[in-house]
T-cell receptor
């Protein structure tokens, strides 16, 4: 079974630009979560999608947004990039939320390394 | 927001040594997961512990869940260079639908 895939793997942007990152979950997984990882802050939760609906959102500004498609694939968008947005963005999939019979065991993709200049 | 602390933050040892890393919280975990992340890759799930006092073994790795389900430890016996990586614990707290990750322990095992 193929793992979680993320594209692109590396991205360089300049301040003020916007970026879209893509994530394809493991086949059969319906929940997708996004995390930002930086050396200083560690892994911070951005948002979670299940059945095309955002179920949870972390403490990030509105410049960070996402969506999920009917095939469970997900995208996240960051608008008006700032230097501090430079990070590894990780996507994780799981079967589904606990209340829907899933668990919180996350299966991560390799991440997208975003550098903002 | 639930707080989850890992210690030590960084550990540099020689091949063959033993080590233990810790994950602690002031709140009770419903379950706790350990992940390992290698440079340039995403975290990989190693184990999930659910029951207080539970001990799970994965080859040279031993995971223990505290009786009160507020702490966990990961012990590596005879560490090898291939064990190098960032070890993350992630807590699943009752009433919270998302995982809370610790900042991790960076382990470097030198030949």
């Amino acid at each position: 079974k193929a793992g979680v895939t993320q594209t692109p793997r590396y991205l360089i942007k300049t301040r003020g630009q916007q970026v879209t990152l893509s994530c394809s979950p493991i086949s059969g997984h319906r929940s997708v979560s996004w995390y930002q990882q930086t050396p200083g802050q560690g892994l911070q939760f951005l948002f979670e999608y299940f059945s095309e609906t955002q179920r949870n959102k972390g403490n990030f500004p509105g410049r960070f947004s996402g969506r999920q498609f009917s095939n469970s694939r997900s995208e996240m968008n960051v608008s008006t990039l700032e230097l501090g947005d430079s990070a590894l963005y990780l996507c994780a999939s799981s079967l589904g939320p606990k209340r829907s019979g899933g668990s919180n065991e996350q299966f991560f993709g390799p991440g997208t390394r975003l550098t903002v200049l | 927001t639930q707080l989850l602390e890992q210690s030590p933050q960084f550990l540099s040892i020689q091949e063959g040594e033993n080590l233990t890393v810790y994950c602690n919280s002031s709140s009770v975990f419903s379950s706790l997961q350990w992940y390992r992340q290698e440079p340039g890759e995403g975290p990989v799930l190693l184990v999930t512990v659910v029951t207080g006092g539970e001990v799970k073994k994965l080859k040279r790795l031993t995971f223990q869940f505290g009786d009160a389900r507020k702490d966990s430890s990961l012990h590596i016996t005879a560490a090898q260079p291939g064990d190098t990586g960032l070890y993350l614990c992630a807590g699943d707290f009752a009433g919270y639908s998302t995982l809370t990750f610790g900042k991790g322990t960076m382990l470097l095992v030198s030949p």
